[in-house]
DNA sequence: CTGAAAGCGCTTACAG
DNA sequence: CTGAAAGCGCTTACAG
């Protein structure tokens, strides 16, 4: 009972559970599990335990229960960018898979930098997560290394792997830059011009994708082709509209790899006098809400990023928790969305 | 030296620094300075220690570092929503500002409910952050209980407090959205609607500016407010706007509480065949960045959410260090961004 | 500059 | 169902 303090702990300043526990009239013990594992405790204790708890105002310390048990309970997340509303909404995805469980989220925003990806993932290691979602199947050596010597379950979102060990829940990005130049060529088009910024796996992959249908068609031209490494933006799709119409003045159509782009060159188009999608067929990628609602409406690709972000999450937790998974390899698929703007 | 295990260690599986030492024929504590104050250790020893770390691929247990330390080296940051452009920006200022230091930042998104940042709070706090970024000044009595029993720094960001212990970081919005207004009122409209949505405190102030700008020109009229408690969204603006023509069909300006609804309400009067901003002028609020390229581009309020982010961010650093800050309300300003729509 | 000892606040087997 | 003891992997004063 003497073991009743001020109410503040020591070094952290904070109530512990042995003080809890010496309120409460029971061991620390049978306090952590009265709070851990309730069943296991008769309802009178803890019943007591927790109202212990309440009066002095307990607050767990995780980094305590984390250094016994060896179990963080934290889960890694690192995505590319959080100004690209993909990831934003990847993230709600797995915010609600992960609702019900008491996961902490580390998000660590990598901006489409190796060396950022690294530098957050030895530090995020440090937590001793239960588990990683990272974005796309591309990392760099150390990435790999780090990963490999943790032995911690990770789980690839976007694309699909090839091989089957490795967890990963997506869609072919491949496959949708193929599915959509080829319903530019059906149209009628000729001169497909391609529009790629960023340039991470994703955006390669959709061009990839491009080129198999240009080449099957017998439509291919360098010169249709705009590739810069600075990152998506309206500003950027407007510009790059300039550059491929002076490559190829005779594009009748442009592929953007993602809406911003898309939207941008639609503008610019408006402000030169350019009749879309008369004069020249634009279109986008992932969907993004103003795709809708512009005008005209903007054609792309409509990308399952909520239920990219839910199903890794859901998987990852499904392999944490030692269970066997239905599949290892999740195709969320994609749809092409047709709408005015070609 | 028998201490050296197979290079795995017990209960986590990973290597220790006990295990470190040993390997560099040191004491613990010695391979513990030598990685946690370098300048404290000998180089020779310190080398060896370092190559160690590097030999046996140590990674720190940040559990067990916090618990003896009873510092965490975690900082929270609760913003209600990664989907709005404008948290994602202040997400990057706080990243910038904080990157030179070994913080780990715990990312919450509150979903803008009371009920989910009291949660999220409770599980973060049990991580003994070092300090504590919220977004705005407005929160539950549970959570300014939690906040207050934790001792722990807090900055507000977003809006500006009006007791200056409180340390906060951002903008009047009530100042902003009277500036809008009086902006239209001085334009010579007279029938100036205003659309609301998501109603978070932000939102509620702007509609106070509206109110008393309009109240100030004997203008005002309550079927020109509409106000709605469902996220912004273009759809949503292009809902509204329909509302308010319903409500007030001689409405000659609407100042929408953001641009989102901006955007959706603009590309509604396109459908409609309204011209903007001949019949009827739109403005909004945030300067996304499709408001400078939309056609007409929208006039909105410019809104400093990254260096909220970043000086918020450098406050809460410099009273965490237990420095005096120089200031502890920093109004960041706005800026009228005078368009086509308005 | 270097080290032996104690302790941070929990949980995990192990008894009873 | 309940509890005394040991230990998780670090760091903090305190000596030398």
Redesign the pocket.
Known sequence: MSKIQTGK??????????E?AAHA??????A?????QP????P???ARVEQAVAELG????R???A?????SNVIVVLVPSLSNAVFTAVLAGIQDALDADNYQILIGNTRYSDAEEEKLLSIYLQSNPDGILLSGLSHSKRVRQMLAASHVPIVSMMDLASEPEQLSVGFSQQRAGYTMTRYLIDKGHTRIGFIGAQLDERVLKRAEGYRKAMDEAGLSDPRLEIMVGDPSTIALGAELLGRILASAPDCDAIFCCNDDLAHGAIYQCQRRGIAVPEQLAICGFNDLPASAWMNPSVTTIGTPRYRIGFEAATLLRTVIRGETPAATRIDLGFTLMARESA
Chains 1, 2 share one sequence.
Do not use: F, K
Not at 9 to 18: K, M
Not at 39 to 42: A, F, L, Y
């Open positions: 702990g020591r070094a952290s300043g904070r109530v512990t559970l042995a809890v009239g029971v061991a620390t013990m049978t952590s599990r009265a709070i851990s069943d296991m405790v008769s009178a204790l803890r307990y607050v767990p310390n980094a305590a229960r250094l016994a048990s060896a179990q």
